[in-house]
């Protein structure tokens, strides 16, 4: 009988059914024809005849099978085994290749720990950087509904992007507003904090916006109960002050939204009536706003106690200087620019005396909401600067994955060198590799988004330090992850290229004979390069983390010329509540001596303005000088024992008395007290006493005359770095700036929040309506300033430390390689009789080479690379001999590390072993 | 040619309606079925196993027939195929609605010439 079975089966080739069901139906079909034949034999047909009758059955070539693809499904479950050519079924091959990726690297949980770890090393500071620019820049303003809102700014603006600002009175903005055709509205919004009290309670400070009337409509946020402000609401005269809170203080205080419409609040000791509730997450126009309350500008006078008509309400001058401005389409944010500009403009001609300044005064468009337009620059810049660094050390973890996943692919050459005998494609072994790892890089993200919602958080508390009590969130959302995927990704591909070529690579004959024994005397040359260059960045980035701590070292040494150690600071605002100057004056007296009498504390003082503050300068007549060269001097009101709470010496003279600094008004001569270098350059000498000076008239305030009564010793009351400014002390009742708001120092050995509430406590017995702010302890305010050394000096000590980690890593997955690799000629040699000791020289000397090179790259990284950082750096310069040497001889103790395990493995290799398998 | 195509045609709608009704009774292999068809109808429908058995693949998919490899002693290993209740009710429907197809081709056919 002829063989049906391998016709039928060639009929059904083409239809790749699975293998089982193939042979089913070949069986089934062979027996039709087997009984078709038997049955034509039987009822007396030729041997000839039956056959022909019997192939009748499968009818035409084609029957079969066009009959069976209708049924039959061609189901391919069955692939071609790992590295053969895929047959164009690429995307099954791909989803093979991640398995069997997936399930080596689970085989070698020592091998897939050591990437992931690194590969996480690096994804998790960059995704921290990321989700800290995307917290502070890039996120959006929960609640906003529009894209199309820009911050626009009215002042005269210097070249580094400071600004002095102006304000703009609601008749010009009404003028603009009524004549611009690039925006839909626009509203004027300033951010302050104010205190408040809900429902009887204690008051607390709490943030409050002060906007015009318009301000939600602009920005498209959408109360969640009750309405925004209405236009006569922010026009007096007032009849009720009104109030908009966010849905957080509705729930804290009223339970839900729709219970806080008609309730009262009191703000700086004013009643407010609720009327509408902002939706959740929307606290103001930047990133880290925090407003709770919003309430229209026209309530401002009555909300900070003013007199009536002290708020300038005329053409010229107006409460607003920040505003938002809804851009209407297709008008973009350069025409608003422009517009405003040619508006303001045209406003100066038309009200030539109300308007005189915006002949100077220019408008500035800030796209988006974002964070605070004057801080942008800044900040952007420092993030741009971190994502440097973070690239840096990405490209550092590349290289040594990169460099491990070479050493497996030359572990493998054996396994690899199989499956090209089997047919497999170099396409589809590259696929495999980075199938690998693209697999390590993805698990090396998930754990290094778990290492960045740590490092985003010490991040942000080092860049940009929120008051206590704040919760701040830094989310990994959508943008962030899907940063940190993109990262991943390539970095799963750069890292997987050069293992990829490598085994793409046409070196099949001999490495099936070799079987992974080399007895070269040289690392590749691939690897080498690689564990050279992550050498040279580790060294580079060590040099640069020593010159920073370093530098910060010698700034926390710097003498500030007075103590700032136990010194916590909290700060109160009284003519926010009512409060003139002589109230005021009362006020601080009594709560001086409640603290002095009762808190238990080392010292006691007030002052005007606290350390490393806000700054306040007025202009002087130096004695004999031309009285149209005035100078600029800086001051502080201060009471009588301020010099001797921040142990700030006075070197001629005596204090203030209690009598001067607590009394108001203004005595023929105002005794003041100025420092070394104010002496020295007003008088030529310090033996001063008694000496007068004369106070410029300014704005509000006559001329007077001033009596020196001491001489401080200078002091750095605003920067660390360069010279101290020439400064004077005046009484802090005494000085024409008001001392209705003033900083109370206390220095104490117990933790600043203990004394913060022993304070607060005190304050509240002497009137419980005023809130006290701040409770920090005064180096954090120096360690403020010092910010950016400090975050660099951080994050490239941390680089640093990481990437000779990674470093170490590869040059000790290449030395045991190498070793490995050397095995035989170690075997042989010790049979010849060479000592371990020169096996382990021989295993030292092969990473000599990649040692010296790295060394001298990163010497000259470092170099050139410091001048990035020269003007951050204080005590100590770039070219700094010590510093170099210092880091040459870590990156020495690192090679030395890296080789001592594979040498002593390498002396321990049996030369009989080696012999036998000869 | 009209003819043969005619006679494929009129197969291919009954032929769904012949196999159950011949594995109705009893279980029957490919073989049985294809042979007792040119036998009943005395050799004008005729099944080569190159359409019929996946006609019944197709009705084994739709869960009409069922067929399950069977060893009887001293025989071969043979696949039988039996009616499913599924396929009870299937062939319910076409019968009835081939009897009513034919009553009404053999009105007017027939009508004619009575």
Known sequence: MPDWRSEIRSRLASLKLPPEREAEIVEEVAQHMEDRFRESRTTGGTDAQAEATAWRELESNETLRRELTAVERRLPPELPPPGSQNRGRWLEALFQDFRFAGRTLRKNPGFTWTVVVALALSIGPTTAIISFGNWLLWRPIPGVTTDRIAQVWFGRWSEG???????????????????????????????????????????????????????????????????????????????????VISDGLARAAFGSPGNAIGRQLVINSRPFTVIGVTPAGFAGITTTSRVEIWISGATLPYLRHLQPGARPDSRGDGVFYSFVARVSPPYGFRELESELGVLTRGLAEVYPKENSKFKTVTPRVFPGLGLYVLMRARMGTMINMLLAIGGILLLLSCANVSNLLVLRATRREHEIALRKTFGAGRFRLVQLQLAESWLLAICGAALGILLALILARLLQELLFPMPPGTSVSLPIDWRVLGATLGIASATGGIAGTAPAWFAARGRLAGMLGRSGMRSSAHAPRLRSLLAMFQLALSLTLLIGAVMLVSTLRNLRSVDLGFDAANVTTLNVDLASHGYDINRALIYLRELHSALEAGGGFQEVTIAQLSPFGSGSSFRILPPGADPKNTMSVRFNGVTHTFFRALSVPLVRGRPFTAEESFTSGAPPAVPIIINEILARRLFGTIDVWGRTIRKAAALGSPERELVVVGVARDSRWNNVTGQPDPFLYMPLGQNDFPA?????????????????????????????SVPLSGGQPLTASIDRSLREQRLFAWTLSLLGGLGFLLAAVGLYGLVSQIAVERSREFGIRLALGARRLDIVRLVFRSSLVIAAGGTATGLALAFFGSRAIKSMLFGVTNTEPWIYASAVVTLGFIVVLACVAPAFRATRVQPVEILRSE | MSLIRSNQELKKGSA?????????????????????????????????????YPLLYRLEKRGWILGRWTEKPGERRRRLYRLTPEGHKALAAQRSGWESFARAINRIAGGENA
Do not use: C
């Open chain 1, 161 to 243: 992007g400071g600004v002095s600002p102006s304000g703009v009175s609601y008749a010009n903005m009404a003028d603009i507003a009524a004549r611009s055709k690039t925006m839909m509205g626009w509203a004027g919004v300033q951010e302050s904090a104010e205190s408040l009290s809900v429902q009887g309670a204690l008051p607390r400070i709490a943030g409050v916006g002060y906007v015009t009337s318009g301000f939600f409509d602009v920005l498209g946020v959408r109360m969640t109960a009750g309405r925004g402000f209405l236009s006569d609401e922010d026009l007096p005269p007032l009849v009720s002050p009104v109030a």
């Open chain 1, 740 to 768: 209705t708001r003033a900083a109370i120092m206390i220095r104490s050995v117990q933790p600043a929040a203990k004394v913060a509430e022993a304070v607060r406590s005190a304050a509240a017995r002497i009137d419980a």
């Open chain 2, 16 to 52: 769904e309606l012949l196999i159950l009704s011949l594995v109705e009774g009893r279980p029957r292999h490919g073989y049985d079925i294809a042979r007792l068809i040119e036998q009943r109808s005395e050799g004008a429908l005729s099944f080569h196993a190159a359409s019929l």
